[in-house]
C-alpha cells in the first residue's frame, strides 16, 4: 500500500487512545506503520531477503519482531534528548518504554496485513522462506480506506473521543474482508466456467474505485490468460477472456537468459508471473522478462527486464 495509507492507519491507531499512554506515542504508531519500508534503502544489500523489497523487512521475523524494538530505543533516547533540553510541554504523558514498545509493536504489524492485500504481495516468512503471499484485497492506493481513515481521524480529533477513529479502523477491516471474500469468488471462477482449468497461479487485481471489480490473470500449463470479473454480472463467471498466451518460460533460449545475469535472477525471484518474449537480431538474441500481474504498456516498462545473448 501506499505510505500515506500506511501512515493513516497509524495515526488512527493512536487516536484511539494509545498515544496518551506514553510519550512519543503518536510517533511510534505512524513511524511503526511505515517502518517495514526502510528496505527501499537497502536494495544494494549483498544479503537478498533484505534487498528484496517486501521481503526481510516486511516478514513475521523482521518487520514484525525484530525492527519494533529498534524504532522504540531511538523514540526512548530521542525523548531523554528533549527532557535534558527542557522540551517536553508541560501536562504531556510520562514516558513508559513498555508501552512505547507495544505501540511500535502493533504500529509495524499493520504494514504487512496492508500490502498482503494487493497483488504484489510479501514475503511474509522471509527468511525461512522465499513463498509470496496475497489476498487481492485492495487496490494498492484506496481512496476507500483514505475516506474512512482521514474521516476517523478528523472526527477524533476535532471531538478528542477515541470512537470514530475505532469505527473507522473498523469499517477498514470489514472492507477488506468483504473484498478478500470477493477476490476468492473470482479465483474459482476460472475452474468453474473452463473445463480443465486449473490455474496453478491465480490473482485478482481490485479495481481502485469500483472495488468489487476484479482484473484476473492466471497461468494454466505454461499459458496466460486475463480476464474480468464482476459478482453483480456473474459470481461464477469470468468475462472479456483473452485467449491463452505462452508465457515461454520453457523456451531453451530463455532458459539460458534467466541464468545470464543477476538482475534477470532477482527479477524471477520477485516475479511471480514471468513471462519471456525473444527478438533476434543477427546472431544475437534479446530476452526480455516480464510480469503478466502488470500488462499495460507503462507498467510493462517499469517491471521488465531484458539480456542479450549470442546465438549462432
Same mark, same amino acid.
Given at each position: 500500500?501506499?505510505?500515506?495509507?500506511?501512515?493513516?492507519?497509524?495515526?488512527?491507531?493512536?487516536?484511539?487512545?494509545?498515544?496518551?499512554?506514553?510519550?512519543?506515542?503518536?510517533?511510534?504508531?505512524?513511524?511503526?506503520?511505515?517502518?517495514?519500508?526502510?528496505?527501499?534503502?537497502?536494495?544494494?544489500?549483498?544479503?537478498?531477503?533484505?534487498?528484496?523489497?517486501?521481503?526481510?523487512?516486511?516478514?513475521?521475523?523482521?518487520?514484525?519482531?525484530?525492527?519494533?524494538?529498534?524504532?522504540?530505543?531511538?523514540?526512548?533516547?530521542?525523548?531523554?534528548?528533549?527532557?535534558?533540553?527542557?522540551?517536553?510541554?508541560?501536562?504531556?504523558?510520562?514516558?513508559?518504554?513498555?508501552?512505547?514498545?507495544?505501540?511500535?509493536?502493533?504500529?509495524?504489524?499493520?504494514?504487512?496485513?496492508?500490502?498482503?492485500?494487493?497483488?504484489?504481495?510479501?514475503?511474509?516468512?522471509?527468511?525461512?522462506?522465499?513463498?509470496?503471499?496475497?489476498?487481492?484485497?485492495?487496490? #494498492?492506493?484506496?481512496?476507500?480506506?483514505?475516506?474512512?481513515?482521514?474521516?476517523?481521524?478528523?472526527?477524533?480529533?476535532?471531538?478528542?473521543? !477515541?470512537?470514530?477513529? #475505532?469505527?473507522?479502523?473498523?469499517?477498514?477491516?470489514?472492507?477488506? !474482508?468483504?473484498?478478500?471474500?470477493?477476490?476468492?469468488?473470482?479465483?474459482?471462477?476460472?475452474?468453474?466456467?473452463?473445463?480443465?482449468?486449473?490455474?496453478?497461479?491465480?490473482?485478482?487485481?481490485?479495481?481502485?474505485?469500483?472495488?468489487?471489480?476484479?482484473?484476473?490473470?492466471?497461468?494454466?500449463?505454461?499459458? #496466460?490468460?486475463?480476464?474480468?470479473?464482476?459478482?453483480?454480472?456473474?459470481?461464477?463467471?469470468?468475462?472479456?477472456?483473452?485467449?491463452?498466451?505462452?508465457?515461454?518460460?520453457?523456451?531453451?533460449?530463455?532458459?539460458?537468459?534467466?541464468?545470464?545475469?543477476?538482475?534477470?535472477?532477482?527479477?524471477?525471484?520477485?516475479?511471480?508471473?514471468?513471462?519471456?518474449?525473444?527478438?533476434?537480431?543477427?546472431?544475437?538474441?534479446?530476452?526480455?522478462?516480464?510480469?503478466?500481474?502488470?500488462?499495460?504498456?507503462?507498467?510493462?516498462?517499469?517491471?521488465?527486464?531484458?539480456?542479450?545473448?549470442?546465438?549462432?
Amino acid at each position: 500500500m501506499d505510505n500515506l495509507t500506511h501512515s493513516l492507519v497509524g495515526w488512527a491507531l493512536a487516536e484511539t487512545g494509545l498515544k496518551r499512554r506514553t510519550r512519543k506515542g503518536l510517533g511510534a504508531c505512524v513511524l511503526a506503520a511505515n517502518l517495514p519500508d526502510i528496505d527501499v534503502f537497502f536494495g544494494w544489500a549483498p544479503w537478498a531477503p533484505l534487498a528484496m523489497h517486501r521481503g526481510f523487512t516486511h516478514g513475521l521475523v523482521g518487520g514484525v519482531l525484530l525492527l519494533p524494538p529498534v524504532l522504540a530505543g531511538l523514540l526512548w533516547l530521542l525523548d531523554r534528548w528533549h527532557t535534558e533540553r527542557g522540551r517536553i510541554a508541560p501536562g504531556a504523558a510520562p514516558m513508559h518504554f513498555g508501552w512505547l514498545l507495544v505501540l511500535c509493536w502493533l504500529g509495524a504489524l499493520t504494514h504487512p496485513l496492508l500490502d498482503l492485500q494487493n497483488t504484489y504481495a510479501v514475503q511474509l516468512l522471509s527468511p525461512f522462506s522465499e513463498g509470496w503471499f496475497h489476498t487481492d484485497g485492495l487496490f #494498492i492506493v484506496s481512496p476507500w480506506l483514505l475516506a474512512f481513515l482521514g474521516l476517523g481521524i478528523w472526527r477524533s480529533r476535532v471531538g478528542r473521543r !477515541a470512537r470514530p477513529a #475505532i469505527l473507522a479502523l473498523t469499517a477498514c477491516v470489514a472492507f477488506i !474482508a468483504v473484498n478478500i471474500g470477493i477476490s476468492a469468488l473470482a479465483w474459482k471462477a476460472p475452474e468453474r466456467e473452463i473445463p480443465y482449468v486449473r490455474p496453478d497461479r491465480i490473482f485478482a487485481a481490485p479495481d481502485a474505485l469500483l472495488f468489487w471489480r476484479r482484473d484476473v490473470v492466471w497461468r494454466n500449463d505454461g499459458m #496466460i490468460t486475463h480476464a474480468r470479473f464482476d459478482p453483480f454480472e456473474s459470481v461464477t463467471r469470468v468475462t472479456d477472456r483473452s485467449e491463452p498466451v505462452a508465457d515461454n518460460m520453457a523456451l531453451p533460449v530463455v532458459q539460458r537468459a534467466v541464468q545470464a545475469t543477476w538482475d534477470v535472477q532477482d527479477f524471477l525471484a520477485w516475479s511471480q508471473l514471468p513471462v519471456a518474449t525473444t527478438r533476434r537480431s543477427g546472431c544475437d538474441v534479446t530476452v526480455t522478462f516480464g510480469d503478466a500481474r502488470f500488462s499495460g504498456p507503462a507498467m510493462t516498462r517499469n517491471f521488465s527486464t531484458s539480456v542479450r545473448l549470442p546465438d549462432c
